[in-house]
């Protein structure tokens, strides 16, 4: 069953935490978006682990070097999941996975900027990823002609464990569910919803649905 996750894109821990008080009834993942630990710091990864210890907690660091120190920060802090970036050398990711073994938690690759995604998920998941998420960005997503259908048929035949990030809303989730892809992450759809709960919700009935 593909999981749901919520990137949470706020800025504040209090309205991090508010909005996933509402959601977490529906929710698998819980993401830190990475604007909101820029501004925030490590303390709203453990403000949100503390908060839902039963929920998985994904820290969206993006790191691109450093991959060993910065999956221990995100670890200590109470992190699930750490992302590192596709784009950046196998070093830095087998850093990060080297961390996950050692926390028992899991590092997952973002291939943000990264020309074939699918190629690139192939060799990652190789290095002991959990997951590789096919990504396109806020700005990519901004592009005129942007369609999240390029992530969906990607995951389709990418043979590897995938999330699609990128645009997931109520009209894509079916098909997002029916590519296979792992985890399907959701940001805007709920968080910039008038009611988040109703989002989260119609976004897992439709993953849960025959
Ligand atoms: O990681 C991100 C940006 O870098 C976003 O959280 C991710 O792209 C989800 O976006 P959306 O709001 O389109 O669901």
Redesign the pocket.
Known sequence: MTKLQV???LLKTADAIALATKVAPYIDII?L??PLIKSEGLSVITAMKEAFPDKKVFA?F?TADAGALEAEMAFQAGADYITILGATGDATISGAVEAAKKYNRAVVV?T?GVKDRVKRAQEVIKLGVEFVEL????DE?ADPGYSIQVLIDEASRAGVPVSI?????LKSIEAVKKSGATVA????????AEDPAAAAKALKEALLAD
């Open positions: 990137a949470i894109d993401e978006g990475t969206d993006k973002d943000i990504h396109a960005g806020l997503q990030a990128g645009g997931v809303n992450v959701a940001g805007a759809a709920i968080y910039g």
